[in-house]
């Protein structure tokens, strides 16, 4: 069976390094690298605790680098920290990482590793990003052919009404509650890949917010977290963010679709992304908007039983 290429943005949320060790458990997933964005992460730690997750997934040659991309509407720092956390978990550091990062850019990884699997003649590479879409605009900027390579963007990103956003005032002054913070760290971007043309299915708050976290989901990982190490991963990552209101599995909920497709309802809706004024960041209908595969519904117990089981992987 051929293995579908794909590409990881991602930065660096507890629910992200968790997607990261699920697509490595993917058979059908050929990982061929990961960009982290400096958005809500430090890039550094970040990309230190991604290469420890794919040391512990026996993948350690998987390339991770860091984009250079900055924000229009940056994350405040208490959104920012959790990667440093997952860094000193003593299970990640019981041997020294001794891979180094790899010093392209994160916007030339893109480019590389695209072009490369064209001029191989592979599968269009999907393109996973848990995190803004800037490093990937900036890519299609950098050589616009690799368009032709990328066969559909999965973006967890956008709260379409009647949602509310996840952009809370009170840690950013002045910023818009009704945006999700993917797509209002840099709206012109969400809004170039919307017009690109290329395919891409949304994952909105809409959704994602069908699936939410609690202290008890923690718990259940915990009976079987010595047989199983994601288990024990899982458990010590999500307890960091398990008494937070609102913390759903946005990332793994988006991740699980690469291999579990029929756990989700999809419609096509025309869609446009506000980039200026009091609804920067709001993504809406519109006759004018570009098409695009909207997640509308979620198999919830279907995505736990997925995660669960898939989470027993031992190498």
Avoid at 13 to 36: C, K, P, R, Y
Avoid at 43 to 59: E, F, G, I, S
Avoid at 182 to 191: R, T
Avoid at 206 to 234: C, G, K, R
Wanted: charged residues 10%; proline residues 7%; negative net charge.
């Amino acid at each position: 069976m051929s293995k579908q290429p794909l590409i990881i943005l991602q930065d660096g949320a507890v629910d992200e390094l968790i997607s990261v060790a699920l697509v490595a458990t993917m058979q059908n997933i050929n990982l061929l690298g990961i960009v982290v964005v400096n958005a809500d992460c430090r890039a550094a730690p970040t990309v230190d605790v991604t290469q420890k997750v794919l040391n512990l997934m026996q993948q350690p040659n998987i390339p991770i680098t860091t984009s250079t991309a900055r924000a229009i509407n940056a994350f405040p720092w208490t959104y920012r920290q959790y990667s440093m956390m997952a860094n000193m978990l003593p299970m990640l550091n019981i041997t020294p990482n001794t891979v180094p990062p790899s010093t392209v850019s994160g916007e030339q990884m893109i480019v590389d590793l695209i072009q490369n699997n064209m001029d191989q003649g592979g599968e269009n590479v999907k393109i996973l990003v848990l995190s803004p879409m800037t490093p990937l605009t900036t890519a299609l900027s950098m050589n616009a052919n690799i368009r032709n390579g990328i066969a559909e963007i999965l973006w967890m990103g956008g709260a379409l009404p009647p949602a509310t956003g996840n952009v809370d005032p009170g840690l950013s002054p002045g910023a818009n509650p009704n945006a999700e913070w993917n797509a209002y760290w840099d709206p012109f971007a969400v809004q170039e890949i919307l017009a690109s043309g290329i395919p891409l299915t949304m994952f909105p708050l809409n959704a994602t917010n069908e699936v939410m976290l609690s202290p008890q989901i923690v718990l259940d990982f915990a009976p079987d977290s010595e047989q199983y190490p994601l288990y024990a991963l899982a458990g010590q990552m999500y307890s960091m963010v398990a008494f937070e209101d609102g913390y759903a599995f946005w990332d793994t909920v988006t991740t699980a679709y690469l291999d579990q497709p029929s756990l989700y309802t999809i419609e096509q809706q025309f869609l446009l992304n506000v980039t200026e004024g009091s609804d920067e960041g709001n993504i809406v209908q519109s006759s004018e908007g570009y098409a695009v595969n909207v997640v509308t519904d979620i198999d919830v117990d279907g995505f736990y039983a997925y995660l669960f089981e898939q989470l027993t992987w031992v190498g």
